[in-house]
C-alpha cells in the first residue's frame, strides 16, 4: 500500500513586497527541499521553531499553496494535478480563534461545513451528534460560536475537522492557546483517531505532546529537515550527554561565554522564563560539571541547579541550534 | 448540488442577518429611502408614479448592499479566515461563493420590499401591481442576476488586481450600466447596448414592467440568460483566481 503523504524535495518561496513609497520585491525561501514519507495510520509530527516553514508544508499538502518545485502526494494522488480527489480525502484544522462563523451556533457551523464537505444528508444529525461527543462539545452545540471560549473554539475546529471522516488529517498547532486539560483531552481524541486508522500529521511547539503521540517526528528548520525518527531515536541523539539545569536571574554574554569554555560542555542554551533564566548545559555523560559551572556562574543570582537525563526538549534544542548556527 | 447551494446560502442568510450593523441598514435604508421617495416625487401625484419611485429607492438600497456585500465577499471570508477552508474543501468554490453572493442579494432584496412596504404603510404608495405574477418571479431573477453579477466582478476584479479599494471604485460604474440606480434610458445612448448585456438591468426592467406594466416575461427571460452567462464567465475567472491565489499564497491574511 503506498504512503499516506509522500513529499519529495518540497520548495516553497514567497515574494514580498516591503515600503509603501519605494516597492522593494524579495523572496523568502520558506521550505527549501524538503521529503518525507508518512505511512498510513502513523502520526507523524513535524517540530521546529517558528518560521521553519511546518505551516508552509501543511498548506502544500492541504492543496492551499502550490509548491515551487518539487512533488506532494497524499493517498497516492498528486496535490496539484488532483487537487479534488486530494480534498475529498483530508481534513484541516489549524490552531487559534479564526476560521468559524462566530454569528451561527456550533451546530450551524457543522452544517455549513458538512455541506462544503457533502457528508451525506441522511445521518448528518447524527455524525454530527458523534464528533460532538468525540471532542467534548455536546450540550453547548446550539449557543453561537462568538460566546465560546478560544477551549470550545479549537474542539469545534477539530470536530469540523473530522465530520467527512478524513483518510489524512492535518493538524496546524491544533493545542495553541488552549488550558492543559483541554489540551490533554484533545490528546486523547487525537490518539483515538488514530487507533482507529487515521493518518495524522501534526505541528506543534509543545515537546511532551510530540514524544507522547508522535510514531515519527522530523525536526524542520530554516525550511530543511534536520533529523528524523521515532522520539526514541531522537532522543537518542543526545543520550550521551547529561543535562545540567540551572535557574539563574539576569545572566550576561560573558558568564554563557565562561560556562560554555568549561571542558566537556558540549552546548549552553539560555531560556528566558517569566521571572528569571534557565541556563541549560550539556556536557558528557562521564563529567558532573555542576561544580564548576555554578563556579563559572560568580556573581550571577543562581536558584535552583538539577542534572538530569536527556529529553526530547534537549534533543530537540540542540538539533535546532546545531541548525540555526549553521 | 443545488440542495448543497441552497442549504450553505440559507446558513449565509443566517449569519448575515444576525449582524446588527447590516441588519439596521436593512431596516432603516428603506425607511429613508421611502422618504426621500415620497417627498422628491409628491409634486407628481400620479400614484403610479409613486410606486415607480418607491420600486426605484428599494433598489438603490438593494443595490448598496449587494454592491459592497458581494463585492468584498471573497476578502471578507478571507478575514475571517474561512476562505481557506472553503478551498481545501472539494465542493467548488464557485458553488460557495455563488451562495454566499445570493445570501447578500437575497438581505438586499429584503430592503426593496421593506421600502415598498414602508412606502404603503407612511404614505399609502399603493402597490397594486399590474402583474403581481411576474413581478414575484422577477424578485428571484433579479436575485440571481445581481448575484452573479457580484460575483463575476468579485473574481474578476481579483485576477486584474487585488487590490480590494480599487475594484470597489471599479465596480461603481458597472453596477450604474446596469439601471439599478437610474434607468438605462436615462444613460447616454452608446453605453446602452453595454447596459443590454448586464442581466439586472433586465431584472430591473422586469421589476418595474410587472408593476407598472410592460412585457415583464420578456424581461424575465433576458434576465435569466444573461445571468446564466455571468455565472459560465465567473466560473472561468474563478478558476484562476484559485490558482492564483494558491501560487501567490493570498488565501490567508498573513
Ligand atoms: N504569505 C506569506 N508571505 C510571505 N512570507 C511568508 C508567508 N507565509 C509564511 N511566510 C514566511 O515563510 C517562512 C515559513 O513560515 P511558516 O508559516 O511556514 O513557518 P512555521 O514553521 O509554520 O512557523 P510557526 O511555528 O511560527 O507557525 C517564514 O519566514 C515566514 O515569514
Ligand atoms: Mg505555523
Not at chain 1, 492557546?177 to 489540551?183: F, K, L
Not at chain 1, 483515538?192 to 511532551?208: A, I, P
Request: aromatic share 6%.
Amino acid at each position: 500500500m503506498e504512503p499516506a503523504i509522500e513529499v519529495d524535495g518540497l520548495v516553497r518561496s514567497y515574494s514580498a513586497t516591503h515600503g509603501m513609497v519605494r516597492r522593494r520585491r524579495s523572496t523568502v525561501e520558506a521550505v527549501r527541499g524538503v521529503s518525507f514519507q508518512v505511512a498510513r495510520g502513523e502520526l507523524f509530527g513535524l517540530l521546529g521553531p517558528n518560521g521553519a516553514g511546518k505551516t508552509t508544508t501543511i498548506k502544500i499538502l492541504t492543496t492551499l499553496l502550490l509548491p515551487t518545485a518539487g512533488t506532494a502526494r497524499v493517498c497516492g494522488l498528486d496535490v496539484v494535478a488532483d487537487t479534488r480527489a486530494v480534498r475529498t480525502r483530508i481534513g484541516y484544522v489549524f490552531g487559534g480563534d479564526r476560521g468559524l462563523y462566530d454569528r451561527l451556533s456550533g451546530l450551524d457551523n457543522l452544517r455549513y461545513f458538512a455541506e462544503l464537505y457533502a457528508v451525506d444528508p441522511r445521518g448528518l444529525r447524527a455524525r454530527i451528534d458523534e464528533v460532538l461527543d468525540l471532542v467534548g462539545l455536546g450540550g453547548r452545540e446550539g449557543d453561537r460560536v462568538e460566546g465560546y471560549s478560544r477551549g470550545m473554539r479549537q474542539r469545534l475546529h477539530v470536530a469540523r475537522g473530522l465530520l467527512h471522516r478524513p483518510e489524512v488529517l492535518f493538524l496546524d498547532e491544533p493545542s495553541i492557546g488552549v488550558d492543559a486539560v483541554a489540551a490533554r483531552e484533545l490528546r486523547a481524541v487525537v490518539a483515538h483517531l488514530v487507533e482507529d486508522g487515521t493518518t495524522v500529521l501534526l505541528t506543534t511547539h509543545y515537546m511532551f505532546e510530540a514524544d507522547q503521540l508522535c510514531d515519527r517526528i522530523a525536526v524542520i528548520a530554516r525550511g530543511s529537515i534536520v533529523a528524523e525518527g521515532t522520539p526514541a531515536q531522537l532522543k537518542d541523539q543526545v543520550a550521551d550527554d547529561r543535562v545540567v539545569e540551572v535557574q539563574v536571574f539576569g545572566i550576561g554574554e560573558a558568564e554563557v561565554a565562561r560556562v560554555r569554555a568549561i571542558t566537556g560542555v558540549t552546548s549552553v542554551i539560555v531560556e528566558d522564563h517569566e521571572q528569571a533564566q534557565a541556563l541549560i548545559v550539556h556536557c558528557e555523560r562521564s563529567l558532573d560539571v555542576s561544580a564548576e559551572v555554578v563556579a563559572a556562574l560568580d556573581g550571577v543570582r543562581v536558584g535552583s541547579i538539577a542534572t538530569r537525563e536527556p529529553t526530547l526538549e534537549d534533543a530537540y534544542i540542540s538539533l535546532v541550534t546545531a541548525a540555526e548556527d549553521g | 448540488m443545488p440542495r448543497r447551494l441552497v442549504r450553505i446560502w440559507l446558513l449565509q442568510v443566517k449569519q448575515m442577518s444576525r449582524s446588527s450593523f447590516e441588519m439596521m441598514g436593512a431596516v432603516l435604508l428603506p425607511l429613508l429611502f421611502a422618504t426621500l421617495a415620497f417627498y422628491v416625487l409628491r409634486a407628481g401625484t400620479h400614484p403610479h408614479a409613486l410606486l415607480g419611485a418607491s420600486i426605484g429607492a428599494g433598489l438603490m438600497g438593494t443595490w448598496s448592499t449587494v454592491l459592497f456585500g458581494a463585492g468584498s465577499a471573497i476578502d471578507h471570508q478571507r478575514w475571517q479566515g474561512t476562505l481557506e477552508l472553503i478551498v481545501a474543501a472539494p465542493t467548488p468554490l464557485i458553488v460557495v461563493l455563488l451562495s454566499l453572493t445570493l445570501a447578500t442579494t437575497t438581505v438586499g432584496i429584503y430592503s426593496l420590499v421593506a421600502t415598498m412596504t414602508w412606502g404603503a404603510i407612511l404614505f399609502g404608495v399603493p402597490l397594486d401591481l399590474v402583474h403581481p405574477a411576474a413581478f414575484l418571479v422577477a424578485i428571484p431573477a433579479t436575485i440571481v442576476a445581481l448575484a452573479t453579477l457580484g460575483l463575476l466582478m468579485a473574481s474578476t476584479f481579483i485576477v486584474l488586481r487585488n487590490a480590494n479599494a480599487l475594484a470597489n471604485t471599479g465596480e461603481f460604474p458597472i453596477w450604474l450600466l446596469s439601471g439599478v440606480l437610474v434607468p438605462v434610458a436615462l444613460l447616454p445612448t452608446w453605453v446602452q447596448p453595454v447596459s443590454s448585456l448586464l442581466a439586472p438591468t433586465w431584472g430591473v426592467r422586469a421589476l418595474r414592467e410587472a408593476a407598472l406594466g410592460g412585457s415583464p416575461w420578456r424581461a424575465i427571460g433576458a434576465c435569466v440568460l444573461c445571468a446564466a452567462v455571468q455565472l459560465a464567465l465567473a466560473a472561468v475567472a474563478l478558476r484562476r483566481v484559485e490558482r492564483r491565489a494558491r501560487d501567490r499564497a493570498t488565501l490567508a491574511l498573513t
